[in-house]
C-alpha cells in the first residue's frame, strides 16, 4: 500500500472522528437542554420564542380532556398527528416524543387495538412522558430510551411514523430518515412537523450548540430536507408551509411514503 494511500485513508478516518465528536456535542447540548426543560415541566415557549404556544397548534376539542400540565407542555412547531391520517389498530411510533403529548393523541385515534410507541434520548423526559401516561392510564403507549440515528424498533413493524419539530435537531439526518425508512411496513408513511431553513445562517449560529437545541442551527433548507428523505428510498413525498415563522426558519408539515 502507497504513501499516499495511507495518508488519504488517515485523513478520511481523522475527518470520520470528528464529524462523530461534534455529532456528541450536539447531542449532549440537546439532551442537556430538554432533560432541564422535563425536570422543570415548562414549555420551550416559556423560555424562547422558538415556537407558539399549544393552544395555537392543536384543536382545542383534541386536548380539551387531557390534564393541563400535559396539554400545556408542547415542545413542537405542528400537529402532526391532525395531518397523519391515524386509523383504529395502527401502530404509531413518536420520534422525540417527549412528554408524550402527541403519543397521547395518536392512541386515542387508533385506539385499544392499536399501539404508540414514543422514542426520546433523554431520561428525563421519559420519566416525565411515563408518569403521564401513569395519570392517563395510557395502557396502549409505551416509552422507549434511544436516539433517532438508531432506533430500538423491529424492522417493518410500524404503520405511521410522527415526529414534531424534533428532526431538525439531529446531527446525522440521513442516519434518521433511512432508520425511518427501515421500521415502516412497506406502504407505510411518515407525518413530521419539522423546521426548514429559509434564510442565512451565519458561521457562528451555525457552530452554536445552543442555537442547534434552539431548532434553528440544524435546520435544512427545505429543498435539502426532502432530498435527504428521497435518497432513504421516501416516495410520494408532499409538504406543506405554516404560516408561523421565526426567521430564519419556518415550520413546515412533511409526509412521505415508504413503497409498498
Not at 392517563?136 to 409505551?142: S, T
Request: negative net charge; charged residues 25%.
Amino acid at each position: 500500500m502507497g504513501a499516499r494511500t495511507l495518508r488519504c485513508r488517515q485523513a478520511v478516518h481523522d475527518e470520520r472522528r470528528r464529524m462523530d465528536k461534534n455529532a456528541e456535542r450536539v447531542k449532549s447540548a440537546v439532551r442537556e437542554r430538554y432533560g432541564a426543560l422535563a425536570r422543570q415541566q415548562q414549555s420551550c415557549c416559556a423560555l424562547t420564542s422558538c415556537c407558539p404556544p399549544s393552544q395555537k397548534l392543536y384543536d382545542p376539542a383534541d386536548i380539551e380532556e387531557l390534564p393541563q400540565e400535559v396539554s400545556d407542555f408542547s415542545l413542537g412547531c405542528g400537529n402532526p398527528v391532525a395531518a397523519a391520517g391515524l386509523r383504529e389498530g395502527e401502530v404509531v411510533l413518536d420520534l422525540g416524543s417527549g412528554g408524550g403529548l402527541d403519543c397521547f393523541l395518536a392512541a386515542k385515534r387508533v385506539g385499544e387495538k392499536g399501539r404508540v410507541i414514543g422514542l426520546d434520548m433523554s431520561p428525563d423526559m421519559l420519566a416525565l412522558a411515563r408518569k403521564n401516561a401513569d395519570r392517563l392510564g395510557a395502557a396502549n403507549v409505551e416509552f422507549r430510551s434511544g436516539e433517532m440515528e438508531a432506533m430500538p424498533v423491529e424492522s417493518g413493524s410500524v404503520d405511521v411514523i410522527i415526529s414534531n419539530c424534533v428532526v431538525n435537531l439531529s446531527p446525522d439526518k440521513d442516519a434518521v430518515f433511512q432508520e425511518a425508512f427501515r421500521v415502516l411496513k412497506p406502504g407505510g408513511h411518515l407525518s413530521i412537523s419539522d423546521i426548514a431553513l429559509v434564510g442565512e445562517l451565519d458561521p457562528e449560529t451555525r457552530g452554536s450548540l445552543e442555537a442547534w437545541a434552539s431548532c434553528v442551527a440544524g435546520a435544512l433548507p427545505k429543498d435539502e430536507y426532502l432530498k435527504k428523505l428521497r435518497r432513504a428510498g421516501f416516495t410520494d413525498i408532499t409538504t406543506a408551509e405554516k404560516s408561523w415563522r421565526y426567521i430564519p426558519t419556518v415550520s413546515m408539515w412533511v409526509s412521505a411514503v415508504r413503497p409498498e
